[in-house]
């Protein structure tokens, strides 16, 4: 029972273009969302988050946007640079559930200079 | 001076084996974390532990225990190692348990890999 799905495991994109990295949930009580940054040998890092009473923060060239009707979350980058290039996983909590992190598969973004 | 760190990073070993990761965090944080990372890359959580009190236990076998000499530290041992088992498996701690809002920082991952 996936309840976070990222439907593109990898997107290649053009230095200096914007990268959207979607991701979708079905549980409703989700009530916080991050992205996780990963190279290869590496743990994840954390990149950026939304509360589910925001539609949209932005941190730098890092955008996400909540759409809480549709249970679709999504993360611009603008402009991408080749350092950009990894995998990017999706995250969910629900407040009463101590922490606990849903992630989805990832996609591996590529920045091509 | 790394934030969250695992011991060993690779671990090979024989089917039946019992062996040990470690994982130390020095930032202060009151949760610890164990996810594993199988093979179509899916981050799934084991268990964590607030100031070394156990607070979620996913569906893991019981050849799995985790073991948190004090709140700095969360070992995972596994017993009776199957093929199933192998994965990369990542330590993460946060600040509090309780707030779904408090980041998590992850250690770089210990490859096990059961032969």
């Known amino acids: 029972d996936q309840q976070v799905k990222q439907n593109s495991p990898s997107l290649s994109v053009q230095e200096g273009r914007i990268s959207i990295l979607n991701c979708d949930y079905t549980?409703?009580?989700?009530?916080?969302f991050l992205w996780y940054k990963k190279y290869p040998a590496e743990g994840p890092t954390f990149l950026i988050s939304i509360s589910s009473i925001k539609d949209k923060n932005e941190d730098g060239r890092f955008t996400v946007f909540l759409n809480k009707s549709a249970k679709h979350l999504s993360l611009h980058i603008v402009p991408s640079q080749p350092g950009d290039s990894a995998v990017y996983f999706c995250a969910a909590s629900a407040s009463n559930q101590g922490g606990k992190l849903i992630f989805g598969q990832g996609t591996e973004l590529s920045v091509k200079p | 001076d790394t934030a969250v760190s695992q011991t060993p990073k690779y671990l090979v070993t024989q089917m039946g084996n019992d062996k040990s990761i470690k994982c130390e965090q020095n930032l202060g944080h009151d949760t610890m974390y164990w996810y594993k990372q199988d093979s179509k890359k899916f981050l799934k959580i084991m268990f964590s532990?607030?100031?070394?009190?156990?607070?979620i236990n996913e569906t893991v076998p019981n050849r799995f225990s985790p073991k948190s000499p004090d709140k700095a530290h969360l070992n995972l041992h596994i017993n009776s190692l199957e093929l199933g088992d192998s994965a990369v498996y990542f330590c993460a701690s946060s600040q509090v348990a309780l707030y779904s809002t408090d980041t998590q920082y992850f250690g770089p991952g210990t490859r096990l890999t059961v032969l």
């Open positions: 549980n409703s009580m989700f009530d916080y």
């Open positions: 532990y607030n100031n070394k009190e156990l607070i």
